[in-house]
Structures are given as structure tokens and as C-alpha cells.
């Protein structure tokens, strides 16, 4: 028996049906077509499939897709604008803050949430804030390069 | 080729051609594509670690809803031994077949039974239960020890020793023996005053990119057959698959997706002949993606090893001899890096007496694929840390130890050939002289130095360069770009032409489309890819300045290639304005046709990679646990194309390197069951046990690349482990000879002390 699920995806009104067993993940990525999301583990561990759903960080792997009715989901499809992509993501450009890039959605899903959060945060706080977001390529210094420079420039300081 | 050369973009550091896709999520990895009508794959693993399989029957599971197809080892052909050439692992095609589908038996817990497809996934994990199979269960092999003991099981029945001076009289798990020696050593150790003998080990990691595997296969009723798949080497998926499948290799073409991480682990096949065969026997698509957990259970681990080693040290620090046998797990199937792990033990130094044997054994785990230097990080972590116990007990500074010893341009390198020059001593003395070195330690902290060396290789590469009709270049390669290399492409076809970097794209191309590469690995790409862009735009300089003399109705050695465009040479009466890329582009319908320059080529001349490491290490006395507190990789990276990515190589490689150290290893049960296939259990490093990774690239260039390039991959993971253990061993005051170093581990060796 398939549940009918309205909810809303980066600011746009979807919805679909699935089975009460299927992940918000899977539903992203083979219902709405948004691959962006990543599945690294399917068990919450390494953070590659992060969204925020009505603004808490969430590994989408862990969340039914029926659990979303009606309220609302943010994926990596929805941080740049058509102008222009987000600080973070320009600044892990510049770092070369993404070696293979497979988790890097995630990475940058999970540190935008932070600085909303902490405009002004330590590399402390980036570095636990991001523990659980994995990368097996760049050993995490341009990726909390790239955050911190991000935030400066957020704040509104050259970075 | 030489220092003094002046680069305009080579060195800078621009953003990556693919970068956008990947920081929005765009670009596609293996997962993440789909065809009309694609069924969904699965595969049914052994719960055994050495079982005999007395029978299969899929008929249940061919009844059950949505399924379209089942394959078992009955659907493959038998492949004949044969060995893989110019792959990372290397290996034979024949175990490659028994490693993609089990046949008579199965060889580890995971190892692949049959597979299903269905209209979903969940139908196609359904059918897998239904699925009965008989085993006959086996005694579990799971030590070099067990695996070489007088009456140990046997993993291949028929597997005779390789390697011997006599033919072996009898079958055993001990696939092959390699000896290399030269000398007195007896002499050697005789002179020493001082021996270092231990035995190190180390335990079975995994490579952990965090993209698991993932393919889409297509079979045609034409036998034309179609693989999307997230790999290090499409070249590779294509013979390796049309071998297993007793294809021809130009029906099938295999598109590479980008890929999420492989560090040496997508350098085979696993997923890829397992869809085809669905797809032939369905008549449809078939995508097969791989749990985090079949990705710890059935791809690629490095090998654990156990090295004994001997190493004789005069008074003033001189190696008088060493000595090392070195036994590496090969997993269900022959084929552990004990080959390259054997030459890099002793490379770095200058050691006229040495023994050397190595030994490629067989456990009843996965079958072991490349990592990152594969075998070296095993070989140096044992070398690196007997070093630095000598210079302990010498009382030496352990640079300087080194530097006593360290291999020269001109020396003979333990494995055969003489050295051109390397990095080895500028490393060395770049890491005395670094703030790291200098500054006084913190309280409690213990500092560890170690030395890493790759060979590096050369192998097959083709590039085409395209010039568009505006001049804007289109560079086409056939190498997965796995971390940042269609930006050096770009930067050195942007040099090479004399134009703007942003006006070369780069793409990577399916098999049927890009001319022949081998796989991206063996730290080949930036050097050997490279050379071939370069050539082929030397090809286009070549055109133009035929194109430009004609025109100019002189002879080609009248012109010249200088800032971009073709110019009279200096003194040359000619009246011409000189032609630009641009301008040559734009009349390429009336020169001649479109300007496409070509290049393939067998890569000679790979410069060996050297690096240095700095640890510093605090173990925390009641717990055992450890922290890094600070890490310097220095490396010699011939020239650094683009220096970012040459860095998060050293960062990236230190960091895989410290977990393999610290945190990493395969624990299994005593029935041969791994305990910890997820990521929550094996832990690989994350953002908050790490310090910043400090970075200084040293430039030697190497002669053998048109702009000194020698590969940088996987030298950076060689060096890390000795240096933490080394950092820990201090800080703890007892020697750790056993990794990973985790809290049980040396709060044990704390207790013992």
C-alpha cells in the first residue's frame, strides 16, 4: 500500500506516493530526480545525503520519505541561486576544497546550516560541527579552510 | 626542460573545469543515472568464509514478483589464467572471473553467489531470500600464520607455489615467493653495532572512498553491450568485463561516470559483468549499486602484513645490512602488492648488503585490490620505524640518520635501476630546517619523522586536442578525473598553446570516444595523460606553423610558436602580422580543415616520488588514546601543476595514512565474519580528530616530463604510518610495532611498559 505524501522541496510543492518503507533519500533521488543527494553509508554515518527537513540538519538516509508530509525539505539543488552559487561553495572551489567531489553536497549542506547557526564559528567548531560529514580525499584542511573564508566573507570581512 | 623555466599558468592555482557541477550536486557519479526500463540489481553474498557449494537452486527466487532474471557462476564462462596487464592490482583474469561470481566454492564471507534483477529493489532483495543454496562448510583461514601452517586448509586445492628455485611438491595457501638480495649480509650485520630486529605488523584497511560501487549495464540483442560505471579506469572495466564475459573488447563501451573516490579500489571489476549478464538474460537495463556494507565485506582491502626485519647500523648511523620477510595477505585469490612492497622496503638508502623476501599468501578474506602505493605504506611503516629506534639508540637525530643514508641521482636503487634525480635529500633537509622540526615539543608529546617512496609509473596514454572554430580548445582524455586532473590537463594544454586557461575545457571520454588510456592510478595521470596533452598540442603548434608558412608562402622553418600565435622568426623577412590560435581557427576551412592535434604514447621516465613526514603525537596515559597534534608532509612533486590539488594529495594521503595508523582496521570473528562493515565501526578519520596538515612541496624536475612533473598521488599515504607510530612510540616511551594504534592497544603496551 503506497502513501501519498505533499510536501515541499526547496521551496516548490511536491508530491509523490511510496512505499512506508522507502527513504527520504531514495524518494529525492529516484522520485524527484534530485541526485545531488549521495548515498555513502545508508546507516546516518557519513553524512553524504544531508538536507535540512524544516531546518534541522538530517542525514536523508535516516528519514522515511511518509515522515515529510507537509513540511519542508532543503537539498543541494537549492543553495545557489541562478546568479550565483554560495559563498561556501565558491570558497570550496577556491580552496580546492573537494578532491573527488561525492561529498561534497553533503559538506556543504551541513556547514551552511552551521553558519546560520555560528556566522562566527572556531576551526574547533567547524571540525566538530562537520564530524559527521566524511571525506576520504582532501584529509578535511581545505574543506574547513573553505568554511571559515566562507563565513569571513559572510560577515562581511575579506576573507 | 629545466628549473629556470618560466611558466605563465603552470603553478597557478584556477578553479577546476568540473568544479561547479560538483559543488551543486550536478555532476553524475555512479548511482546516479538511469535508463528506460532499468531493472534493479542485487547480489547474494556467502555467509561463509570457506564453504563448498553443493547446489543452487533459483528457482523460487525466478518465480517470485518483478524478477526478471538470475545469474549464478553457471551463467559465466570458465576463463583461462592469463595476466592483467598495465591495471594497478595487476593479477590473473582467471581469479578475476571466481572473484566476480563464486564457482564450486566460496573463498570469504561476502564473496558473490548470484545475482538478481527485479523491478525494484526491494522485489530484487525479496528473491535473493528465496534463493537456496547448499554449503558445505570449511575450516576458516584468517592469518598469514594459519594460512602457512604445515596442515592449514587449503583455499585453492590446485595452487602450487610460484617463485621457488624448485617447483613446488605440493599445493598450499602460499601463492608466491619473490627473493632479491646483494652482498655479504651475514658480512654486513657482522660489522654493525648496533641491530634492530623486530617484527611489524599491520592489519587489513580498506580504501573507504566513500562512493560506493555502482553500474549500469545494457545488453543488445546485437551482442553490443553498454557499462556506465564509477571506475579508475574505463580501459580496464572494458577488457576486464569482455574477459569475464568471453566478449570481444569492442562490444562493449564503457562510459566512465565521475567517481566518488577509489584511492587504487575501482581499479577492478566487481558489480560490472554481474548487470551485463542480467541484461542479457532480462532484455533490460540493469543498474547495481552496492551497500556500504558489500563494500567492506566484498571489494578491495589492502593487505595486512607481518614483516620481519633485520637492520644493521654502524656506530656513526651507516646501514651495514637489512634484512626483510615480508608476508602479505593476498585475500581469496592470489595477488597481494607484496611485489612493489618488496622494492620500496629499503629504497630510500643506500645498503650494499640486503636480503629481501616476500611471500603473497592466501586468507580466506576479500580478495585484496590496489591502495595507494600498494605495499609500500606496510614496507616503509617497518623500515621507518626500525630508522628511527636506531637513531634513538645511536643517538642521532633521525634527519640526520636519513641523510647518512639517503639514496642519490646516480645510485642504484635496491630494485634495479639507477636513480636521475630526486627529491629524497631536499626533502630531508627542508624538513630540519621546518618550523615543525624546530619548535620545542609540548609537554608529554612525543614527535615522529618518517620517509616515504613510490615509484610512480608511465603506462599507455592518448589525448586529442580539438581547436574550436573561435579558438577555444577542447582537450579530449580518457581518464577519470578523481581529484582535480582536468584542471592540470587544462593548465598544461593552456601553457603548451599559449592561451587563457579558461579557454580549455577538458573532457573525459567514454572508450568508444577517447583514444586509449590505461587506468587512472599508479600516480599517472598528471605525468603520463599529461605528456600526451602536451603532445597533441604540440601537434597544433606543428599545423599552425605549416598553416601560417604556407600562407605566408615561406618555409615552416621560417616561423615560429611564441606567445600563442605563429611569428616570422627573428630576422626572417617576411611581411606578416603574426597568426594567433584564434586566427588560424577562424580559417581552418580554407588551411586545410579543423585543427586537431593527437597524441598516444608508452609513458617512460615516471620520477620516483620521496616525502618526509613530521607527527606529533600526544597518547593519553589513562586511556590510551591518541591525538595528532600537528603534521607536516613535505614532498617532492617534480613541478606542481596546480598546487592545490598537489597539497590536498599530501593532505589527503597524510589523513588516510593516520588513520590506517591510528584507528583502521578489518576485525573478524573466529569463523571469518568482518564485525565492523560500516562506517560507524570501522572508523575511517574525521574533521574533529585531525589538526590542519601542514604542506611544503619540494621541486625536482623530473627530466622524463616536458614540465618536470613526477606523480604525487600515493606517495603521501607511504610516510604516515611510521611517523605516527614513531610520534606514539615516543610519546608513550614504549615501541609500537603493531598497528592500528588504538586505545586497547597501547594502554596494553602502556601496561606492559
Not at chain 2, 538470475?70 to 564462462?77: H, I, N, Q, R, Y
Not at chain 2, 617463485?163 to 602460499?174: D, F, M, Q, T
Not at chain 2, 604525487?712 to 610495532?737: K, Y
Amino acid at each position: 500500500m503506497k502513501v501519498h505524501v505533499q510536501t515541499e522541496v526547496n521551496g516548490e510543492a511536491v508530491e509523490f506516493l511510496c512505499d512506508p518503507t522507502t527513504t527520504l533519500l531514495e524518494v529525492l533521488r529516484d522520485n524527484l530526480g534530485l541526485r545531488g543527494s549521495k548515498e555513502g553509508c545508508g546507516t546516518g554515518d557519513c553524512g553524504a545525503c544531508s538536507v535540512e527537513l524544516d531546518g534541522a540538519l538530517a542525514c536523508s538516509c535516516l528519514i522515511l520519505a511518509a515522515e515529510t508530509q507537509g513540511r519542508s525539505v532543503a537539498t543541494i539543488e537549492g543553495v545557489a541561486t541562478p546568479e550565483a552559487l554560495h559563498p561556501l561553495q565558491s570558497h570550496l572551489l577556491k580552496s580546492a576544497g573537494l578532491q573527488c567531489g561525492v561529498c561534497t553536497p553533503g559538506i556543504v549542506v551541513a556547514a551552511k546550516h552551521l553558519l546560520e547557526q555560528d556566522p562566527n564559528p572556531t576551526e574547533e567548531a567547524v571540525r566538530y560541527f562537520l564530524a559527521g560529514n566524511l571525506c576520504r580525499c582532501t584529509g578535511y584542511d581545505k574543506i574547513i579552510r573553505a568554511v571559515l573564508d566562507a563565513a569571513a566573507e559572510m560577515r562581511g570581512e575579506a576573507a | 626542460m629545466s628549473e629556470a623555466m618560466d611558466f605563465k599558468v603552470i603553478g597557478t592555482r584556477p578553479i577546476r573545469p568540473d568544479g561547479v557541477d560538483k559543488v551543486t550536486g550536478r555532476a553524475s557519479f555512479g548511482a546516479d543515472f538511469s535508463l528506460p526500463g532499468m531493472l534493479e540489481g542485487a547480489v547474494l553474498r556467502s555467509p561463509h568464509a570457506h564453504a563448498r557449494i553443493k547446489s543452487i537452486n533459483t528457482d523460487k527466487a525466478l518465480a517470485a514478483p518483478g524478477v526478471k532474471a538470475v545469474v549464478t557462476g553457471a551463467d559465466f564462462p570458465q576463463v583461462a589464467a592469463g595476466a592483467i596487464e598495465g591495471g594497478e592490482g595487476g593479477g590473473d583474469f582467471a581469479d578475476l572471473a571466481g572473484n566476480v561470481i563464486a564457482r564450486g566454492k566460496v573463498r570469504y564471507h561476502g564473496h558473490a553467489v548470484a545475482a538478481v534483477a527485479a523491478q525494484s529493489r526491494a522485489q530484487a532483495l525479496a528473491a535473493l531470500a528465496l534463493i537456496e543454496v547448499e554449503y558445505e562448510p570449511l575450516p576458516a583461514v584468517l592469518s598469514l600464520d594459519a594460512a602457512l601452517a604445515e596442515s592449514a586448509p587449503l583455499i585453492d586445492e590446485g595452487l602450487m607455489t610460484s617463485g621457488l628455485p624448485e617447483p613446488a611438491a605440493a599445493p598450499s595457501n602460499l601463492a608466491s615467493v619473490i627473493e632479491m638480495g646483494n652482498g655479504d649480509l651475514e658480512a654486513g650485520f657482522a660489522e654493525a653495532a648496533l641491530i634492530i630486529e623486530r617484527r611489524y605488523q599491520t592489519p587489513t584497511v580498506h580504501q573507504g572512498y566513500i562512493e560506493p560501487h555502482a553500474c549500469v549495464g545494457r545488453w543488445g540483442q546485437d551482442d553490443q553491450a553498454m557499462l556506465w560505471c564509477c571506475t579508475q579506469g574505463a580501459f580496464d572495466v572494458r577488457s576486464m568485463t569482455a574477459k569475464v564475459l568471453g566478449q570481444p573488447v569492442g562490444s562493449l563501451k564503457v562510459i566512465p561516470s565521475e567517481i566518488g573516490g577509489g584511492f587504487g579500489g575501482k581499479t577492478t571489476v566487481y558489480l560490472e559483468p554481474l548487470a551485463l549478464q542480467l541484461s542479457k538474460k532480462s532484455g533490460r537495463p540493469v543498474r547495481m549499486v552496492m551497500t556500504r556494507e558489500e563494500v567492506f565485506r566484498a571489494t578491495g582491502p589492502a593487505s595486512a602484513a607481518t614483516i620481519d626485519l633485520r637492520m644493521g647500523f654502524s656506530s656513526d648511523g651507516k646501514i651495514t645490512a637489512a634484512e626483510a620477510i615480508m608476508a602479505y595477505e593476498a585475500g581469496a585469490f592470489p595477488g597481494s602488492p607484496v611485489g612493489p612492497g618488496t622494492m620500496c622496503v629499503f629504497a630510500p638508502y643506500r645498503i650494499a648488503n640486503f636480503r629481501i623476501k616476500g611471500m603473497d599468501v592466501l586468507v580466506n578474506k576479500p580478495k585484496a585490490a590496489a591502495y595507494r602505493a600498494p605495499g609500500a605504506p606496510q614496507a616503509l611503516f617497518a623500515t621507518e620505524s626500525a630508522m628511527d629506534e636506531a637513531a634513538q639508540k645511536l643517538g642521532i637525530d633521525p634527519i640526520e640518520l636519513r641523510l647518512r643514508n639517503a639514496v642519490e641521482e646516480g645510485d642504484s636503487a635496491i630494485y634495479g635501476p639507477k636513480f636521475g634525480p630526486i627529491g629524497l635529500r631536499a626533502c630531508l633537509e627542508a624538513a630540519a630546517a621546518h618550523p615543525h622540526y624546530t619548535k620545542a615539543k609540548d609537554a608529554g608529546v612525543g614527535r615522529g619523522v618518517a620517509v616515504g617512496f613510490w615509484f610512480n609509473v608511465g603506462l599507455q596514454s592518448s589525448a586529442e586536442v580539438h581547436i574550436n572554430e573561435d579558438g577555444t580548445v577542447t582537450v579530449i582524455e580518457g581518464n577519470p578525473d578523481i581529484g582535480g586532473s582536468r584542471a592540470s590537463m587544462a593548465l598544461m594544454a593552456a601553457e603548451t598553446l599559449g592561451v587563457p586557461y579558461e579557454s580549455v575545457r577538458v573532457v573525459v571520454a567514454d572508450t568508444e570516444t577517447a583514444g586509449f588510456s590505461n587506468v587512472t592510478g599508479g600516480s599517472r595521470v598528471t605525468f603520463a595523460t599529461g605528456m600526451a596533452v602536451v603532445e597533441a598540442s604540440k601537434d597544433i603548434i606543428a599545423q599552425c606553423c605549416s598553416r601560417a608558412a604556407s600562407l605566408w608562402s615561406t618555409d615552416e622553418d621560417m616561423v615560429e610558436w611564441r606567445d600563442g600565435a605563429v611569428h616570422p622568426r627573428p630576422g626572417v623577412n617576411v611581411e606578416a602580422t603574426p597568426l594567433s590560435l584564434k586566427d588560424l581557427a577562424g580559417q581552418a576551412g580554407r588551411m586545410g580543415g579543423p585543427l586537431l592535434g593527437k597524441a598516444s604514447l608508452n609513458a617512460r621516465g615516471a620520477g620516483p616520488g620521496f616525502s618526509v613526514n613530521l607527527c606529533d603525537a600526544l597518547v593519553d596515559q589513562e586511556t590510551g588514546q591518541v591525538q595528532v597534534k600537528a603534521f607536516t608532509a613535505i614532498q617532492d612533486a617534480g613541478k606542481a601543476i596546480h598546487p592545490s590539488y598537489v597539497e590536498g594529495q599530501l593532505q589527503g594521503g597524510a589523513v588516510q595514512g593516520i588513520g590506517w595508523a591510528l584507528n583502521e582496521e578489518y576485525v573478524y570473528s573466529p569463523d571469518g565474519i568482518m564485525e565492523n562493515a560500516g562506517f560507524l565501526d570501522y572508523r575511517i578519520p574525521v574533521a574533529s580528530d585531525l589538526p590542519m596538515i601542514e604542506t611544503q612541496i619540494i621541486e625536482v624536475p623530473n627530466p622524463g616530463h616536458p614540465y618536470g612533473v613526477r606523480g604525487v598521488g600515493e606517495t603521501p599515504i607511504v610516510a604516515p604510518l611510521a611517523a605516527v607510530a614513531n610520534a606514539v612510540s615516543a610519546s608513550a616511551g614504549v615501541r609500537m610495532t603493531e598497528l592500528p594504534l588504538s586505545p586497547p592497544r597501547v594502554l596494553e603496551a602502556l601496561d606492559q611498559a
